[in-house]
């Protein structure tokens, strides 16, 4: 069964600074989707960034960017100049193709000092 | 244009009664998933439907069922509630599946006492 792994449950970030939140996830298919979603404490859930599996080049949405590594079955976020909006929950998450299910992992929790 | 909307926003049951709610989607999408979300399991996938058919199914048990009607509005209804249904349940829509982004609702907080 696949399944997505976010190792750091909680990360902290100065003002203005650069993050990165790890994912991996486990799968057989060699087509798939990848998602990033935030979570702010209102609770509604907001799409990212959306990085296509075949796709070599790394999706970039201003701000956040995503490290993609396909053999290592790694999907990193990245987020410049990070800023107090940004405080959330993040979540990775999964899709193949030929499913209709999005396989979310357990949510990184983001706090920005500032 | 209108997001997705969710009612209620909170609902308070006791244990045995049922429940539903109610997700309508974006304009134009046909496809509206369900999460129910908690601290202690996270997102856990409920089940999916695409113009009125429930294309996939998460484990959950049976009474957990939803539906979906040909204006692509969603419910989904939990019968015999126990305390264990106590959560956030979330509504996605997208296009056509979730491969080009959900967009999701801001959830129904069912508290079950």
């Known amino acids: 069964a696949q399944t997505v792994t976010q190792s750091q449950p909680e990360m902290s970030v100065q003002e203005a600074e650069t993050v990165t939140l790890s994912c991996t996830y486990d799968?057989?298919?060699?087509?798939?989707?990848l998602f990033w979603y935030k979570q702010p404490p209102s609770r509604q859930m907001i799409l990212v960034i959306r990085?296509?599996?075949?796709?070599?080049q790394n999706a970039t949405e201003n701000r956040f960017s995503v490290n993609f590594q396909k053999a290592a079955k790694s999907f990193s976020l990245k987020i410049s100049d990070s800023q107090l909006g940004d405080a959330a929950m993040y979540f990775c998450a999964y899709e193949e193709t030929s499913y209709d299910k999005v396989i979310f992992g357990p949510g990184t929790s983001l706090s920005v000092i500032p | 244009k209108a997001g997705v909307t969710q009612t209620p926003r909170y609902l308070i049951k006791t244990r045995g009664q049922q429940v539903t709610l109610s997700c309508s989607p974006i304009?134009?999408?046909?496809?509206v998933s369900w999460y129910q979300q908690t601290p202690g399991q996270g997102l856990q996938f409920l089940f999916e439907?695409?113009?009125?058919?429930?294309?996939n199914k998460g484990n959950f048990p049976g009474r957990f069922s939803g539906r979906q009607f040909s204006n692509s509005r969603s419910e989904m209804n939990v019968s015999t509630l126990e305390l264990g249904d106590s959560a956030l349940y979330l509504c996605a829509s997208s296009l056509e599946g979730g491969t080009d982004g959900y967009t999701f609702g801001s959830g129904t907080r069912l508290t079950v006492v």
């Open positions: 304009s134009g999408h046909r496809s």
């Open positions: 799968t057989s298919e060699s087509d798939y989707y």
């Open positions: 990085q296509e599996a075949y796709k070599q």
């Open positions: 439907y695409f113009s009125e058919t429930q294309r």
